[in-house]
C-alpha cells in the first residue's frame, strides 16, 4: 500500500496570507495526485487532479504542484471560507489519503 | 451532471452486517467508477474499494477484504456497500464518490453507528 504522510498537520495562517501544505508519497505516485478540502459536517471537494490541474470552479489562488513522491498545495491570499481541512490523495495503485492538514486562522 | 444520494443513517449492533445505498442521477452511470470512503469521528479518509458499473467487478481495499462487498445495480443506478461484522470501530461517516481517476463527487454521507 502507497503510504500518504501531510505536514504540519495543523497550518496556522492570517486571512490574506499564502498557506503551503505538503503532502509525500511513500512510492512513486507519477503526477496521480488529488487534494481535497473538507469543512465540518461536510463531504470533501475536490480541487486537484493530475497534481496540478484545478476542478472545475476551483478558483485561482488554489494551486498545487509535484511529481513523484513530493506534492505542495498553495493557497494564495487566503479567506475566510479556506479555512478547513485538505487532503492528498494518490490514485497510482488502488486509492490512498493523507491523513490531512487543518488550516486554522492565526 | 452526476448527483449522487445515499441512504439515511443505521444504528447496528457488533456482529451485524449494514447496507449503504448511493443512487446516481443526472449524467451517465456505469462507465465511471463508483468508490466508498469512511470516515471515523474526528478522523481522516479511508478508501474501502470501487466498482465500475458497466464492468461490475469490485476492487476492495485490502484492510477490508473479506468483510465488505461493493455492488452496483445498472438499472436502477445504484451502487451498494455492505460490511459485514461490524464492530464499534466501524462507526463512521460512509461516502460514495464518483470517480475515474479523482473523486469528482460525492454522496452525502451516511452515518452508521456500532453500538451494543
Known amino acids: 500500500e502507497i503510504v500518504m504522510t501531510q505536514s504540519p498537520a495543523t497550518l496556522s495562517v492570517s486571512p490574506g496570507q499564502r498557506a503551503t501544505l505538503s503532502c509525500r508519497a511513500s512510492?512513486?505516485?507519477?503526477?496521480?495526485l488529488a487534494w481535497y478540502q473538507q469543512k465540518p459536517g461536510q463531504a470533501p471537494r475536490l480541487l486537484i487532479y493530475g497534481a496540478s490541474t484545478r476542478a472545475p470552479g476551483i478558483p485561482a489562488r488554489f494551486s498545487g504542484s509535484g511529481s513523484g513522491t513530493e506534492f505542495t498545495l498553495t493557497i494564495n491570499s487566503l479567506q475566510s471560507a479556506d479555512f478547513a481541512v485538505y487532503y492528498c490523495q494518490q490514485y497510482e495503485t488502488e486509492r490512498t489519503f493523507g491523513q490531512g492538514t487543518k488550516v486554522e486562522i492565526k | 451532471q452526476v448527483q449522487l444520494v445515499q441512504s439515511g443513517a443505521e444504528v447496528k449492533k457488533p456482529g451485524s452486517s449494514v447496507k449503504v445505498s448511493c443512487k446516481a442521477s443526472?449524467?451517465?452511470?456505469?462507465?465511471?467508477?463508483i468508490s466508498w470512503v469512511r470516515q471515523a469521528p474526528g478522523q481522516g479518509l479511508e478508501w474501502m474499494g470501487r466498482i465500475i458499473p458497466f464492468i461490475g467487478l469490485p476492487t476492495h481495499a485490502q484492510k477490508f477484504q473479506g468483510r465488505v462487498m461493493i455492488s452496483a445495480d445498472k438499472s436502477t443506478r445504484t451502487a451498494y456497500m455492505e460490511l459485514s461484522s461490524l464492530r464499534s470501530e466501524d462507526t463512521a461517516v460512509y461516502y460514495c464518490?464518483?470517480?475515474?481517476?479523482?473523486?469528482?463527487?460525492w454522496g452525502q454521507g451516511t452515518l452508521v453507528t456500532v453500538s451494543s
Open positions: 443526472g449524467g451517465t452511470f456505469g462507465d465511471y467508477a
Open positions: 464518490a464518483r470517480n475515474s481517476t479523482a473523486f469528482i463527487s
Open positions: 512510492q512513486s505516485v507519477s503526477i496521480n
